[in-house]
């Protein structure tokens, strides 16, 4: 079944530097999602990547996708402290959409 | 505000009592979904409704017991819990067909 691992699970930094987060999973997926998490509240959804596309920009944030590996990243450049929150990817398997969610990272940024 | 509400945003309850959770979308979505968010463990997927149909329950107990009466409402019934079912339950919506989910703001679950 699909499962999904993020690494690091914490990451702290300074204001104006670079997060990258990885995301590793199991099984076959048509696409991947990033979603971020303020402490104690729902999941926002940042950016979509499907299985057929290799790096997907956003503003600040790049994904990657590496289908051969079964692992994506996170970036976020320039980073502020509005940053800070916990960060998912999730895996959309083929046929109806259902998600299954990586152990997610804790992104600290100080100012 | 996402576009997907959800209430009461906190609920404490004892192991004998019956509660309900409720979700409301009005984003056109089709597919509405419960995760539920322990520490330290991933969001564990545990009902899903396609056109107010069922389509997955992941081996969720029965003291749990969803209800989906159309395709904007989304219950989730509890009775006799334990204290180990503390959590964030999460409501999100979506599309049904690849896109991102919308989530609500959660209900934190306290069982005493």
């Known amino acids: 079944s699909q499962q999904g691992e993020e690494d690091p699970q914490a990451l702290s930094i300074q204001e104006g530097e670079n997060a990258t987060m990885n995301c590793s999973y199991k099984?076959?997926?048509?696409?991947l999602q990033w979603y971020r998490q303020n402490s104690g509240r729902g999941l926002v959804h940042l950016i979509l990547?499907?299985?057929?596309?290799r790096e997907k920009h956003s503003g600040r944030l790049r994904v990657t996708l590496d289908t051969s590996k079964k692992s994506s990243s996170l970036l976020i450049t320039a980073s502020r402290a509005a940053d800070t929150a916990s960060y998912f990817c999730?895996?959309?398997?083929?046929?109806?959409?259902?998600?299954?969610f990586g152990t997610g990272t804790r992104l600290l940024v100080s100012p | 505000e996402t576009g997907v509400t959800q209430t009461p945003r906190h609920l404490v309850m004892g192991m004998t009592n019956k509660k309900s959770l409720k979700c409301e979308q009005h984003?056109?979505?089709?597919?509405m979904y419960w995760y539920k968010q322990s520490a330290k463990k991933p969001l564990e997927l545990m009902f899903v409704?396609?056109?107010?149909?069922?389509?997955e329950n992941n081996s969720v107990p029965s003291r749990f017991s969803p209800e989906c009466p159309n395709s904007s409402h989304l219950f989730l019934h509890l009775h006799t819990l334990q204290p180990e079912d503390s959590a964030l339950y999460l409501c999100?919506?979506?599309?049904?067909?690849?896109?991102?989910?919308?989530f609500g703001s959660g209900t934190r679950l306290t069982v005493v």
């Open positions: 999100a919506s979506s599309l049904g067909t690849g896109g991102g989910y919308t």
């Open positions: 099984t076959s997926i048509n696409n």
């Open positions: 990547i499907r299985s057929n596309e």
């Open positions: 999730a895996m959309g398997d083929t046929g109806f959409q259902k998600l299954v």
């Open positions: 984003l056109g979505h089709n597919a």
């Open positions: 409704y396609s056109l107010e149909e069922r389509v």
